[in-house]
């Protein structure tokens, strides 16, 4: 090359180094994903600062503890990692009619180690509707009394809310259409997301593709694992939306089921949602392979809705979304073998999965196996539609 040319290219690649290098550091400093970090009941748990240096080794910076016990809250002191606290059901009835129970947990569990451990939600039950319906009217009382303690204790930025299941959902298709189940809307959301507004806190509901897409086999298994290819799409007919992936299928179903209760502007946060990378018999479906696919899938999706709109209907509906750490044993309602993590459960990964690397370079790495699994994934689509 003589000096002519390279006083022409020299800038040109500059710029280009630079367009990559400033691209990739603000995609993976805003994917905003999390995972979901459980304690197994019959022990053999790796230690709290063995799971922390995986979570950091994978730069991730939030965590939905599902069992928040103290020395687990206490081990990410001074870590920066922000953590979404989730109580069991069996708190909610005892947080409803006993406020200074709730006061008594904020204030140890949360307060007294403000701000070195950065709490920055409580959620109070999961999925109560499904699982416990008996305890549903307790649900409002005891996230209000958790909210109380809370402002008494000075913790502003702390908001407070309960997990919701899909389930509580008529329909994902179309999701202009989806409303919250006649028996629950009024009696139960409508007051709820009442407050979640008024105090500003989120709406917190559980997605899972792989649920959806064992019901219906409509679906075809690419639009379930962001395979988006030319010919995979559903389209709303009432709002003319362009759907790619049943993700966001299902979380504009939670939008508008909100909207129709009449509140538009709630934050979603989506607590869990994940693919199994091994089921039981009669779940094919559930394959590492798949996992992958979907796990790399949404982060890269998640990392281009933070330039473009976090879903297609409400832009930045999703400001969080948790995917598993590790693997379960018998999650309640699912195959018993059902396995959701992207790690196993003495922390060694399953495949690569690192946040800081983007999605980009994730993929460009992305083994043979999955290149091949997407190219069959891409004729089914298109047979499909
Ligand atoms: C409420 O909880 C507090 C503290 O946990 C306890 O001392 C008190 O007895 C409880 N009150 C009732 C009515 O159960
Ligand atoms: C509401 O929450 C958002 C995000 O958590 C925060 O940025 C904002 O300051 C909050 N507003 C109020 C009035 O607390
Ligand atoms: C961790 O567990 C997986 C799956 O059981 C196994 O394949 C792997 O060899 C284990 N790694 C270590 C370091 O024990």
Not at 287 to 296: D, F, G, K, Q
Request: charged share 20%; glycine share 6%; hydrophobic share 45%.
């Amino acid at each position: 090359m003589n000096k002519k040319n390279a006083h022409f290219f020299l800038p040109l690649v500059l710029v280009l180094l630079t367009a990559t290098i400033s691209g990739q550091k603000s995609v993976f400093a805003r994917i905003p994903i999390g995972v979901n970090y459980a304690k197994h009941a019959h022990g053999g748990n790796p230690s709290p600062a063995a799971v922390i240096s995986a979570l950091r080794s994978m730069r991730i910076d939030r965590v939905r503890l599902l069992v928040p016990d103290l020395d687990l809250i206490q081990a990410f002191s001074y870590t920066g990692i922000s953590l979404l606290l989730c109580l069991h059901n069996s708190y909610v009835p005892r947080f409803a009619s006993n406020e200074s129970e709730a006061y008594t947990w904020v204030r140890d569990h949360v307060a007294s180690r403000y701000p070195r451990i950065r709490v920055v939600m409580l959620s109070l039950g999961s999925n109560v509707l499904t699982l416990s319906p008996d305890l549903a009217e307790f649900v409002l009382p005891a996230v209000q009394n958790v909210h109380r303690a809370l402002r008494k204790l000075g913790l502003r930025h702390v908001s407070v809310s309960t997990t919701a299941s899909f389930e509580a959902l008529t329909s994902a298709f179309p999701p202009s259409g989806a409303q919250f189940h006649q028996f629950a809307a009024q009696s139960f959301f409508a007051p709820l997301l009442d407050f979640l507004s008024a105090t500003n806190s989120s709406f917190l509901v559980d997605i899972c593709p792989y649920d959806l897409f064992r019901t219906d086999p409509e679906i075809p298994i690419g639009f379930a694992l962001f395979q988006e290819e030319p010919f995979s799409f559903r389209d709303d007919p009432v709002t003319g939306i362009r759907y790619r992936n049943l993700f966001d299928v299902m979380v504009d179903a939670v939008i508008n089921g909100m909207a129709a209760l009449g509140h538009d502007d709630i934050p979603v946060v989506v607590t869990e949602t994940g693919w199994p990378s091994s089921g039981g018999p009669g779940e094919p479906e559930a394959s590492l392979v798949y996992a992958e696919m979907y796990n790399r899938g949404l982060v890269r999706h998640l990392a281009e809705s933070v330039s473009r709109t976090a879903s297609p209907t409400r832009r930045d509906a999703v400001p969080e979304t948790y995917i598993y750490l590790q693997d379960e044993d018998a999650k309640q309602g699912r195959g018993a073998e059902a396995r959701w993590g992207i790690l196993y459960p003495n922390l060694t990964k399953k495949y690569e999965f690192d946040l800081s690397r983007g999605a980009r370079a994730a993929d460009s790495c992305a083994v043979a196996a999955v290149t091949a699994a997407a190219l069959l994934l891409f004729r089914r689509s298109f047979f499909f539609f």
